[in-house]
Each structure stands twice: as structure tokens, then as C-alpha cells.
């Protein structure tokens, strides 16, 4: 029978699988949010500054990070920057003030996944953090290429055989989805569930409509429809 060690180390491994990180300075607040995701079944970390955040992102496993910018010492967009030039590519959700719109451009610019401005609903906040949990902590490189088409996130640009294409916000979000996932079939349900809303009501034919529109822009191959799975880019060229 393995030792109390070892079911210890195996219990706290699977710990970390759904530990979560807070940054927030304002105590009320933190521990408001500890209770409710100890709640929704993660472990949760706190950090009342950002040099303690910073520290505690770079040295232990976490699925995700809820990151205020406004904090002592080191400041959230400081500290998330930091983290992406470690490549360390946790998902990070950012805190920000409610008139805070160059405050969010520029969180996404420098590499954090979204945004809530604050006051802000717990269950939106919730819903937003499985989302980014669900995408995964892959790289977020500057410039995604696959096959003909180059993707530019910070620029919010898209370029196929060197070409300049105008993309509408959805149309972007959907090929970044899909080429993050390169040569995987991605089901219509998952590119809904992290392009859409969670509070969206409608069905999947949305994608569809969308994705329509990309290969209309695009190359007519460069997305493949894969039955009764969903759709597929290709890094090969044809």
C-alpha cells in the first residue's frame, strides 16, 4: 500500500490542477473572492501586492490568475508583463477600473487572456475564469502563422499569402481560436463556448455563419469542415 506521503503528495498535486491565484490589494474584496472559488472547488492563493504575486505566478503551478492593475509596489500590467516575458503563459484574468478602456487595451497588448472592470457580477467573473481554464496555458506567441495566414493579436491584424484582410472582432476571435488549436478538429461547441459569451443563447449555427465569412476572406480551403466533428486549419500549405 503506498505510504501517507505519497497520498499526501498525489492529494496536493491534484490540488494544484484547480489552484487559482488572486492578486488584489483590497482585503474585502480578496477574501470575498477566496470564499467564493474555495466554494466553486478551487484552491486559492492570495497576494496583497504585486511583487508578492509576481512571485508566487513565477514559482508555483496555477490554472489560472485573477490580477488587479492597481497594486502596490509592482502594478498588474508590470507584473503580467513580466510573467510573459518568462513565458510563463497561465491564463490571466485582469481587474480593472470601471472607465478603464486604455487600461484594458493595454492588458491585452502585453499578453493577459481578458478583462472584467469593476464593479463586477461574481458570476460573470466565474464563467470568464472556466473559459480561460479551458483554453489552457499554451504560448502566446506575437505572431501566429498557419499555413497562408499570419494572425497578429496585439495588432489585431490578419495577413493571408502576405495580403492585408479586414476581419470584424468575432471573425478575428474565431480564426485566433482556431489557429491556436492548428491541426486539431476543434467542435463547433468549444469554439462557441470561448468565442461567445456565456450568456449567449443561440445556436452553434452562429459559427458556421462565421466561419463562412473567414473562408469568403481567406482561401476557400484554408479552413476544412470535418463531418459530424467541426473545423480544422492546416499549418501545411497547399
Known amino acids: 500500500m503506498p505510504s501517507v506521503s505519497v497520498a499526501l503528495d498525489a492529494a496536493a498535486a ?39 504575486g509576481l512571485w508566487l505566478a513565477t514559482e508555483q503551478p496555477y490554472v489560472a490568475i485573477v490580477l488587479d492593475i492597481m497594486l502596490p509596489g509592482i502594478n498588474g500590467l508590470k507584473v503580467c508583463e513580466t510573467l510573459r516575458t518568462k513565458q510563463i503563459w497561465t491564463p490571466i484574468l485582469m481587474l480593472t477600473a470601471k472607465d478603464g478602456e486604455l487600461d484594458e487595451a493595454e492588458a491585452l497588448e502585453i499578453g493577459a487572456d481578458d478583462f472584467l472592470s469593476k464593479p463586477f457580477s461574481y458570476l460573470v467573473l466565474v464563467a470568464r475564469l472556466r473559459a480561460l481554464i479551458r483554453r489552457g496555458a499554451g504560448p502566446r506567441p506575437v505572431t501566429l502563422t498557419v499555413g497562408n495566414v499570419a494572425l497578429h493579436p496585439l495588432t489585431r491584424t490578419c495577413t493571408n499569402r502576405g495580403q492585408q484582410i479586414e476581419l470584424t472582432g468575432r471573425e478575428f476571435a474565431v480564426l485566433e481560436y482556431l489557429m491556436r488549436r492548428a491541426d486539431e478538429v476543434v467542435p463547433k461547441a468549444d469554439i462557441l463556448a470561448n468565442v461567445w459569451d456565456f450568456a449567449y443563447e443561440g ?16 482561401d476557400s480551403e484554408a479552413i476544412d469542415t470535418i463531418r459530424s466533428g467541426g473545423y480544422r486549419m492546416s499549418r501545411s500549405t497547399r
Not at 474555495?38 to 496583497?48: H, K, L
Not at 445556436?203 to 481567406?218: I, M
Open 14 to 52: 491534484i490540488l494544484n490542477l484547480v489552484r487559482v491565484l488572486v492578486v488584489e490589494d483590497e482585503i474585502r474584496l480578496s477574501a470575498a473572492l477566496k470564499r467564493g472559488l474555495e466554494a466553486e472547488g478551487f484552491a486559492v492563493d492570495v497576494a496583497a501586492n504585486g511583487s508578492d
Open 203 to 218: 445556436g452553434d449555427n452562429v459559427v458556421e455563419v462565421h466561419v463562412s465569412a473567414l473562408r469568403r476572406k481567406l
